[in-house]
């Protein structure tokens, strides 16, 4: 079981770029896919994208415009970028370890979470 | 809008069995994906309740159960504790576009 350490601003100015990294432990960073989900407060859970160090990615089709995500593997971070936020984007984002093995699309794993609020 | 669709809230008394059922379509659960559920307690992270339909992992007691069924599937909850008060959320893929995971908009479990 892999520990995952989401880390990041906690304020985003509107029309700026959310940054945040997921620092992972306990595992290679290379024996997973990784997802990043998000919730608005009061809201549900919203799958943001997967990315493999192999070079796969797929992005929730409603944010593949303004999103990217990518892999470090000499730091074990996988990092996401979300441009153009508006008050619509706060939420807590998760990063999640994504499986592709015998249950497709398991999110076994979860970080605790970081909050993200747009405001100016 | 949520691609699959749960009950917003469901109650029961403790000790008693309740379900919380997921609606999908044939883009996702009628296509054989898998449906995991999550349960989520006030101010924590979402945790996994059951993977692949209808298995637990290690540590989840086995009050808690799920099924499939066509383009649906069912999380069901017997002998219910005080403890089990949670937000409860259903999973899949949809193979729509490049494919991408969907989630139930979640439910909301209150012990009575």
């Known amino acids: 079981q892999v520990q995952l350490q989401e880390s990041g601003p906690g304020l985003v100015k509107p029309s700026e770029t959310l940054s945040l990294t997921c620092s992972v432990s306990g595992g290679s960073i290379s024996s997973h896919y990784w997802s990043w989900i998000r919730q608005p407060p009061g809201k549900g859970l919203e799958w943001i994208g997967y990315i493999h160090y192999s070079g796969s990615l797929n992005y929730n089709p409603s944010l593949q415009s303004r999103v990217t995500l990518s892999l470090d593997t000499s730091k074990s971070q996988i990092s996401l970028k979300l441009n153009s936020v508006t008050a619509a984007d706060t939420a807590m984002y998760y990063c999640?370890?994504?499986?592709?093995?015998?249950?497709?699309?398991?999110?076994?794993?979860w970080g605790q979470g970081t909050l993200v609020t747009v405001s100016s | 809008q949520s691609v699959l669709t749960q009950p917003p809230s469901v109650s029961g008394a403790p000790g008693q069995r309740v379900t919380i059922s997921c609606t999908g379509s044939?883009?996702?659960?009628?296509?054989?994906?898998?449906v995991h559920w999550y349960q989520q307690l006030p101010g924590t992270a979402p945790k996994l309740l059951i993977y692949g339909n209808n298995n637990r992992p290690s540590g989840v007691p086995d009050r808690f159960s799920g099924s499939k069924s066509g383009t649906s599937a069912s999380l069901a909850i017997t002998g219910l504790q005080a403890e089990d008060e949670a937000d409860y959320y259903c999973?899949?893929?949809?193979?729509?576009?490049?494919?991408?995971?969907?989630f139930g908009g979640g439910t909301k479990l209150t012990v009575l």
């Open positions: 999640a370890t994504f499986s592709s093995s015998s249950y497709w699309a398991l999110h076994a794993d």
């Open positions: 044939n883009s996702n659960i009628g296509a054989t994906y898998d």
């Open positions: 999973q899949s893929y949809d193979s729509n576009l490049r494919g991408y995971v969907v």
